[in-house]
């Protein structure tokens, strides 16, 4: 396996990717090891401080089932109800938690954007299956909306289905529309054979096999009537949308589904701001301190700040 991921022309500026072609989520077998995972991963974001001058809240959010999630609001000092907020729906393939690197980026936006990050803990497979990640954030969504302050929709791999469907969600209820949505290495395609990037890079960082298994354990009870929201790319209208930047990684199978989706925004008459990150990979931000990570990093928060303008 190291011997396949060696081959592909990674920016010698990053870190080696973790090695999820090792891994096969179809493996039923699997299942308790990636329980303890996500106990470790949860333990370690329970354990997050963030740097000065942010602030951590941890809030039980109600949801549409009447239950409630957990949600991270990570805010600068001297933040108030009327302050932009972000609602950052997470990545990990709709079976993993919030991660570390995502407080630290979040963190990171709430300090140099000048933004509430609303970060739902959003309920994960096998378990809840859709609609439940994307009605759970919608739920923190509608809360969001109560207040009198701008927002944006952020997410990145996975987290990129639920920002991309709520920005067309809002849009088709009339509801309080997002001032732009950030979209990273974004999934939005369930029809994977449509890509050249899926063949080309299907052992690469995110390999094919285990990306073809959350969409089948996502989409396992159906879609319900929320088709367009479940996976954006079949949206039929993608007009009057929020401005988007949409970031996919040069060395990533879900590298053309993401620059298909920004053409098809632009082509409806929507503000895009499409940025191929050269030499990259899915989850090449973990490294959050590295440079590289961070000239991206930057570049997200230019879009970010003009959005809010």
Not at 120 to 131: I, T
Request: charged share 20%.
């Amino acid at each position: 396996m190291a011997d396949k991921m060696a081959r592909f022309p990674y920016s010698p500026a990053l870190k080696p990717p973790w090695n999820w072609t090792s891994i096969d989520l179809t493996d039923s077998g699997l299942a308790p090891a990636l329980r303890l995972m996500v106990q470790q991963i949860q333990a370690d974001v329970s354990a997050y401080i963030p740097s000065q001058g942010i602030r951590l809240h941890k809030k039980k959010m109600p949801v549409w089932d009447g239950g409630t999630i957990d949600c991270y609001l990570l805010e600068p000092e001297g933040a108030r109800a009327q302050t932009p907020a972000m609602l950052y729906c997470h990545g990990g393939g709709f079976f993993l938690p919030i991660q570390p690197m995502m407080m630290e980026l979040a963190a990171q936006y709430a300090r140099e954007v000048g933004v509430r990050v609303y970060l739902p803990e959003y309920r994960l497979l096998p378990e809840y299956p859709s609609p439940y990640p994307f009605r759970d954030c919608l739920s923190v969504l509608e809360e969001i909306q109560k207040q009198d302050a701008p927002y944006l929709l952020y997410g990145e791999s996975a987290g990129g289905t639920l920002a991309a469907g709520l920005a067309l969600w809002a849009r088709n209820h009339a509801t309080k529309a997002a001032k732009g949505q950030c979209l990273i290495y974004p999934t939005l395609d369930n029809r994977c054979s449509r890509y050249a990037s899926m063949r080309l890079y299907a052992e690469a960082a995110w390999p094919l096999k285990n990306h073809l298994t959350i969409w089948r354990e996502y989409l396992k009870n159906g879609k319900d009537g929320l088709d367009e929201y479940l996976v954006p790319m079949t949206a039929p209208d993608m007009s009057a949308l929020p401005p988007a930047y949409v970031e996919p990684q040069q060395i990533d199978i879900l590298r053309d589904e993401g620059i298909a989706y920004a053409k098809r925004l632009e082509d409806a008459g929507n503000r895009v701001t499409l940025n191929i990150v050269e030499g990259s990979y899915h989850g090449f931000d973990a490294d959050t301190q590295n440079p590289f990570v961070q000239k991206v990093v930057q570049k997200r928060i230019e879009q970010m700040r003009k959005m809010l303008k």
